[in-house]
């Protein structure tokens, strides 16, 4: 489970994967993502690991409901 952050917008966007390099490529690459197609970089500024895929879906939704 990650948080990244826009350098530029200051914008915050929550999201899990098992593959975090590729992730925030995606995020920053091509603009696939269309909720992170912005001006600006994104960063990690927080992550989570854990140990099954359904652990990290469910803190990445208590994350968005807070």
């Known amino acids: 489970m990650y948080v990244i952050q826009n ?3 200051k914008e ?3 999201g899990y994967t098992s593959n975090l390099k590729a992730r925030l490529r995606n995020h920053n690459g091509s603009g696939k993502k269309a ?3 912005h001006d600006g970089t994104w ?3 927080y992550i ?3 140990r099954s895929k359904d652990d990290a879906e ?4 208590k ?3 807070h």
Request: charged share 35%; no cysteine; hydrophobic share 35%.
């Open 7 to 9: 350098d530029v917008t």
């Open 12 to 14: 915050i966007y929550i």
């Open 35 to 37: 909720t992170t197609r």
């Open 43 to 45: 960063h990690y500024i």
């Open 48 to 50: 989570e690991l854990f």
């Open 58 to 61: 469910e803190r990445e939704k």
């Open 63 to 65: 994350l968005k409901a």
